[in-house]
């Protein structure tokens, strides 16, 4: 719901979600395209079991883990997370997320510092920007 001073109140569960493949979705919140011009923001869930793949952005990130058990893996750790835990992940460095659970769904917050956020994937060097995993 858009407000009169051009603020939003945004509704999850009305919002699309984006297959991100191996049992990760992301629903975007705070986009480009209503206005945020410092930071946007999502929820990426994952099924159980789920991981993405090691990849690093173009700007800063922060990660709140919503819901669930994960396993944020980072400068050659694999560090436990629970939820109500906070990352703060500088620019270009390699990390990825997995669900610590083989059945129980988790969830996640990103922040990034930047509305034309990219993300590089490790492996392929492949290189999208945020926005267009959202359809903008």
């Known amino acids: 719901m858009k407000t009169r001073s051009n603020s939003f109140l945004l509704k999850p569960d009305t919002l699309k979600k984006h297959d991100r ?14 206005g945020a011009s410092a930071f946007i923001t999502g929820y ?43 990352t703060y992940i500088p620019t270009n460095v390699p990390h990825r997320f997995r669900n610590a659970s083989a059945v129980e769904p988790m969830k996640i917050l990103w922040i990034y510092g930047s509305v034309d956020a990219t993300r590089t994937l ?15």
């Open 21 to 34: 493949g191996n049992g990760a979705s992301t629903t975007p919140l705070v986009t480009k395209a209503m």
């Open 44 to 86: 990426t869930a994952f099924e159980g079991g789920a991981q993405i793949p090691f990849h690093f952005h173009n700007s800063e990130e922060s990660v709140v883990l919503v819901e669930g058990n994960a396993i944020f893996d980072i400068d050659d750790q694999s560090i436990e997370i629970k939820p109500g835990d906070v």
């Open 122 to 136: 490790v492996d392929s060097g492949e290189t999208r920007p945020i926005a267009a995993e959202h359809g903008e």
